[in-house]
């Protein structure tokens, strides 16, 4: 049997030949004809050229209703000049190669062979099972489009069609992997996106040397620069909404079938703190729910280490009647304050990672009522002070409006770098922590493009930062991007 494994420096493609007879044989070793069960071969007489030809395809995942009307029939029934004239096939690909053949059967589509002829004919009549599409499950919004990305490719790029009506808009595939061959579709504007960017996109893409890549989310740690990272550099999203919102400021969309998200790049901080339903809001309730979302980067990342260093090391700024209160409710704590709220916070994340895998009627309620049990009995066993519960519940709940999955899990795992560091030397210790994690975050890039901008380093855009501006004045897409077309609208 012969491999086809595909080599980077050098390919070497068996061509197809023009015995039938010899075609057949080797496609039936290379897919292990009778062994494997799905695997279906259909000999017939072509009667437009009077030759006999053999179509393969695997039956579990095309479409048998449209072969049988619209290839086998036609091609027993019909005559023409050409092939394109007689199959009724929206998709007709010439392929010269047999590696090639094998990667359009393995993909959902059928090979015909033809005796005398160096060319094999592929027909997309794939029908791959997946979900209809439905709400967003992570990323829900009150006001705005519902629907969310569902594991089918064509359904994926017709809800960004069907929101996006630019012809500029490209959809070009690239493959990727080496045994298992899957498609990636890179989506942008033509007339606007950066070809540098383009450019690096497609090379990281072809450079990628691995047996298989299945989905979007593997395909995302393959793709991104600093895999040890606490940052994330590339945005993940499961609504077309947003993802379209992007392709028209100038971004690249990846998509792949199987996955029902996408993968938007260069980003930066600003693109995980915003949420779609920003816009869809009115002005000032907008920027309320962005205000509300900052007060919760700050007290998930801050509230635990700031108390742990008020109340260890600068008891003085706390006031005397409150002192007082938090010294009498750890008179009988038999822990350090630190081990107390780190008690805290890692029962919290426990509870909230046995609610994700806990089946869906079950798990609010054992979450509540499992926190409620668990707080009441840690203070009445004198384990842990009832402040601590109060701060740790801000810490935990305030995690959960941040939108975006990778920042959630970037400020939580913060949230302990902070705590630690506060225990150790108190607000000095959490500030230089502070510092130091904005020199870092001030340095990352995502495609050559700084993590901060446009507000460090400073560029032309429409601003759309902490707060956004009134839709009508916002006059310019991200300047950092380097567009062929900057401008939204004329003053």
């Not at 709400?135 to 359904?155: C, H, M, R, W, Y």
């Not at 540098?196 to 393959?222: G, K, M, P």
């Not at 109340?311 to 304050?337: C, G, K, W």
């Not at 519940?393 to 959630?408: E, K, Q, R, V």
Request: glycine content about 4%; hydrophobic content about 45%.
């Amino acid at each position: 049997m012969r491999q086809f494994k595909k080599s980077k420096d050098q390919e070497k493609k068996i061509k197809i030949n023009k015995s039938l007879s010899k075609n057949i044989d080797e496609m039936k070793e290379t897919f292990s004809y009778g062994l494997n069960k799905d695997f279906c071969m259909r000999t017939l007489e072509v009667k437009f050229s009077e030759y006999n030809a053999c179509l393969f395809y695997y039956g579990s995942i095309v479409d048998g209703e449209r072969i049988n009307t619209h290839i086998i029939k036609p091609l027993l029934e019909q005559t023409g000049d050409k092939l394109s004239n007689i199959v009724t096939i929206e998709n007709l690909e010439e392929v010269t190669d047999l590696e090639k053949a094998i990667q359009n059967v393995n993909s959902g589509k059928a090979i015909l062979f033809i005796d005398n002829d160096e060319i094999a004919y592929a027909m997309d009549v794939a029908k791959f099972e997946y979900r209809a599409v439905s709400k967003a499950e992570n990323e829900s919004v009150i006001k705005g489009p519902q629907d969310a990305f569902t594991e089918s490719l064509n359904a994926n790029i017709s809800l960004i069609r069907k929101q996006l009506h630019n012809h500029q808009l490209v959809n070009e595939a690239v493959q990727v992997g080496e045994r298992s061959v899957n498609e990636v579709n890179i989506l942008y504007i033509k007339d606007m996106v950066k070809d540098d960017l383009l450019s690096n996109l497609r090379e990281r893409l072809e450079n990628i040397s691995i047996d298989s890549i299945r989905n979007i989310e593997v395909l995302e740690q393959h793709l991104e620069e600093r895999p040890y990272s606490l940052i994330p550099t590339i945005l993940y999203t499961e609504r077309p909404d947003k993802a379209t919102a992007f392709l028209e400021d100038g971004y690249i969309i990846l998509l792949m079938n199987t996955s029902s998200a996408c993968l938007i790049v260069p980003v930066t901080f600003w693109s995980f703190y915003h949420s779609p339903e920003d816009r869809y809001l009115r002005f000032l309730y907008g920027n309320f729910s962005r205000a509300i979302r900052l007060l919760c980067f700050y007290l998930t990342t801050m509230i635990s280490a700031t108390y742990v260093a008020i109340a260890n090391f600068h008891s003085e700024m706390i006031p005397p009647d409150l002192l007082l209160a938090i010294t009498a409710s750890r008179e009988r704590i038999p822990f350090p304050l630190v081990f107390e709220v780190l008690i805290m916070e890692i029962a919290f994340e426990l509870i909230r990672e046995a609610g994700v895998r806990i089946p869906n009627p079950l798990g609010p309620t054992i979450g509540i009522v499992g926190a409620l049990i668990l707080g009441q009995a840690a203070v009445e066993a004198n384990i842990i002070s009832p402040i601590i519960v109060i701060v740790a519940a801000l810490s935990g709940l305030s995690s959960f409006g941040i939108p975006d999955l990778s920042m959630n899990f970037t400020v939580r795992i913060l949230r302990f770098i902070f705590i630690l560091a506060a225990a150790s030397f108190g607000m000095l210790g959490l500030i230089g922590a502070l510092i130091l994690f904005f020199m870092y975050v001030v340095s990352i890039r995502s495609y050559g493009v700084p993590f901060f901008s446009p507000v460090a380093p400073n560029f032309k855009s429409s601003k759309d930062t902490v707060f956004r501006k009134v839709l009508k004045k916002e006059y310019f897409r991200p300047g950092f991007l380097d567009l062929k077309d900057s401008t939204k609208r004329n003053k």
